[in-house]
């Protein structure tokens, strides 16, 4: 494709691309914060490369067919996009995406095939697993349970993916998240399955009967 894309749009294309599903922009901005809006959405639906529809107030983005291709494409680069400057992150992931996509080829594989692998494990799918490890180790209904014992009990769940779900149960009030209030038992296993929001970390979680 001779066209290159913008560095949101690129970044929002990858983005996709790993998630190999529907992605709402505020799970897009949980994930890798930034919302997929603007000229940068219209451009990349005017490309095809985007299908975008609207649920309640957000948008809501996925790959399409082109789209895929152009990734596949992409991957193939060895060297970053313009547009300038080219940071020397940029020149790192290009190098790394050759050697993804000369594994794919050596393999006979195609980047669909690898990153739909769990595409069934959508943000339902999550809940339902953060709601049944919930409560096997909660002691009682609605219980504090700490997120380091929590996320062990999730699988193979992308601990991005959970940490949207996370805030999204906390934003509607069908989960609360709190710190723990006794800092000095902290490990630092707890500190690495907080999960931030408005700034805090929080430790522990008490889900609501559905």
Known sequence: ???????????????????????????????????????????????????????????????????????????SRKTPPPPSPRSSLASAAYVVFGGFNEYLRRDNLRLFEIFTANAELTPDGIEERIRDAYNGLARSPGSWVGLVDLRPKLGDAPADAVDAVLKELSRTGRAHL?????????????????????????????????
């Not at 983005?15 to 922009?25: E, G, K, P």
């Not at 490990?187 to 522990?204: F, Q």
Request: proline share 2%.
């Open 178 to 210: 709190v710190p723990e209030s006794n800092r000095k038992v902290l490990t630092e296993a707890d500190h690495d399955a907080a999960i931030r929001i408005g700034g805090e970390e929080n430790h522990l979680i008490s889900i609501e009967v559905s």
């Open 1 to 75: 494709m001779s066209d290159r894309l913008g560095h949101k749009q690129t970044a929002a294309m990858l983005v996709l691309m790993r998630m190999a599903r529907a992605v709402s922009n505020p799970e897009l901005e949980a994930i890798a914060n930034f919302r997929l809006d603007g000229k940068d959405r219209i451009g990349l639906n005017d490309l095809r490369l985007v299908a975008s529809h609207k649920e309640g107030r957000c948008y809501v983005h996925e790959l399409t067919d082109q789209g895929w291709a152009w990734c596949d494409d992409e991957l």
